[in-house]
């Protein structure tokens, strides 16, 4: 009998991608490439099994062909690109890679923080330039974070991971979230409740952590940038969608607020073009879980979803990561 065929979307760890060829026929991409939603759609025709990343967009157009696809695992934490609904009517499960790389997009949300505030990326550009001629008391000057309010959009574990590095900086944390956490967490991240109109007057910086939805999508726009502080920073590590990046421009270049720092955007790769005119920005092409360590137990769990979804490797039948689980159910 032939062995189930799972395609790979994208070229990643060999020697993990190699766990899979005792149990399947393994079709991996040898480059990153954009597929069209005929190229998707024929890719996975065929396919037992796929693992894909968040640019391949699994609807019921991609599936409508995919007779013998059971099992689609998704190479991130967000999983927008997948139409659960359409894939759990058509009996394929799906799963996605989430607390893996938690502590690394939190030290990444960090990072760009820091940049914004101290206007890093600015000066360097500056500096590449040739400005440098000699130094001014009052140059450069950019906004402190230790000992100022950190506000954190979306407490789930990359937002708590968060909250927690804040103590190093004798920062005060406030959060808005969908639901309070409970008191014992809320005391293990040191930190407070508030409500969205107060996390937005309150932060000195705000860092946005929420999973895109309908409900989500632009939750910061133009009416938002004008709440927060004129000193303010906005730091987006969530999805792009979560923010206006025209309403973000404009507000950047009006001073309505001091800076920001996107990972995310919309429409990514491409990027608004007034984005890239502003100074006052740092911009990162998504890459907030990009250490190898994280991309690597990433990767891993996907293959541990696949493995377990045909009843192979240590969580045989029990996929760790499965958003839809009533699949498997219905299928037993």
């Known amino acids: 009998m032939s062995k189930p065929r799972v395609w790979v979307s994208r070229p990643f760890f060999p020697d993990i991608v190699d766990r899979l060829r005792p149990f399947f026929e393994v079709d991996a991409e ?9 190229d998707l759609a024929s890719r996975l025709a065929d396919a037992d099994a796929a693992i894909v990343g968040l640019a391949e967009r699994i609807d019921a157009a991609a599936i409508r062909q995919a007779k013998r696809l059971r099992f689609v695992a998704n190479l991130g934490v967000g999983y927008n690109n997948l139409d659960i609904e359409a894939l759990s009517a058509a009996g394929i499960g799906a799963s996605n890679t989430p607390d893996v790389l938690n502590e690394t997009v ?15 990326g ?17 140059g450069w000057l950019g906004t402190d974070v230790h000992g ?8 789930g574990r ?22 309070r956490l409970p008191a014992a967490v809320e005391q293990a991240c040191a930190a407070t409740y508030v409500d969205k109109a107060q996390l937005l007057a309150g932060a000195d910086h705000l860092i946005l952590v929420v999973p895109y939805t309908p409900e989500s999508h632009h939750a910061i726009g133009e009416a938002e940038l004008q709440a927060m502080k004129r000193s303010a920073t906005l730091v987006n590590v969530a999805r792009g969608g979560v923010v206006d990046d025209i309403a973000l421009a404009r507000a950047l270049a009006r001073g309505t607020i001091a ?19 502003l100074d006052n920005i740092v911009l990162s092409p998504h890459i907030a879980s990009a250490s190898r360590d994280t991309r690597r137990d990433m ?20 996929p760790p990561t499965i958003l839809n689980p009533g699949v498997l159910a219905d299928a037993s």
Request: proline fraction near 3%; glycine fraction near 10%.
């Open 158 to 179: 990359i937002g708590q991971a968060i909250a927690r590095r804040a103590v190093g900086f004798r920062a005060r944390v406030i959060y808005h979230n969908r639901s």
């Open 106 to 120: 939190a030290d990444y949300a960090w990072a760009l923080m820091l940049a914004a505030a101290r206007r890093v």
């Open 259 to 277: 800076a920001a720092a996107l990972d995310v955007f919309e429409g990514e790769p491409a990027l608004h073009p007034s984005l890239l005119a």
């Open 148 to 155: 100022k309010t950190i506000g954190i959009l979306g407490m």
């Open 299 to 318: 990767a891993a769990l996907a293959v541990d979803n696949v493995l377990a979804a045909f009843g192979h490797g240590p969580h045989a039948g029990r």
């Open 30 to 38: 040898s480059e990153e490439q954009r597929f069209s939603s005929a």
């Open 122 to 138: 600015e000066a360097e550009r500056w500096l590449r330039a040739g400005q440098w001629h000699g130094s001014r008391f009052e």
